[in-house]
């Protein structure tokens, strides 16, 4: 399996956006992504930024630097 970008537009017409070299008739999906323009994505992100600022934890509610590497390294460990 290989992952090619492509563009489709609105007549349903796909446009690979690089070459792709394949030996024989293959079939293919495709997913559409809903395409944000740049400045509707960092505006979402400083909303999100902006969101956690003003809604921190209470300072009873967070844990230390050292527990949370705790629960990461027992996160890790849980996989072995």
Do not use: H
């Not at 992504?33 to 740049?38: I, L, M, Q, S, V």
């Amino acid at each position: 399996m290989i992952t090619i970008q492509a563009e489709i537009n609105t007549n349903g017409v796909v446009t690979l956006l690089e070459p792709v070299k394949i030996g024989r008739r293959a079939r293919a999906k495709v997913i559409v992504y809903d395409d944000a323009t740049d400045d509707e994505v960092r505006g979402n992100a400083a909303k999100m930024l902006a969101l956690m600022n003003a809604n921190r934890l209470p300072a009873d509610a967070r844990i230390s630097k050292e527990e949370m590497e705790a629960q990461i390294d027992e996160a890790r460990s849980s996989w072995d």
